[in-house]
């Protein structure tokens, strides 16, 4: 949700460049879900822009 607040950030946001959705990898060698660790996942070509901040938020 978006309130009036945040009406200018998310014009910025919406503003900017889109990126290629990164790679998720996943060690295919496990066959449960319990066996995982993080080094079993990974996000490959994940490419961010630059940081908003001061963003509001209710407490």
């Known amino acids: ?5 945040h009406v ?3 014009k910025e946001l919406i503003s900017r ?8 990898w996943f060690n295919p060698e496990k066959k449960s ?9 990974r996000l490959d ?3 961010f822009g630059e940081q908003l ?3 509001p938020v209710a407490i």
């Open 17 to 24: 460049p889109a990126y290629d959705a990164p790679d998720f």
């Open 33 to 41: 879900f319990y066996d995982f660790t993080k080094d079993d996942v």
């Open 53 to 55: 901040k001061n963003i």
């Open 1 to 5: 949700h978006i309130y009036d607040r």
């Open 45 to 47: 070509n994940y490419t």
């Open 8 to 10: 200018d950030m998310i």
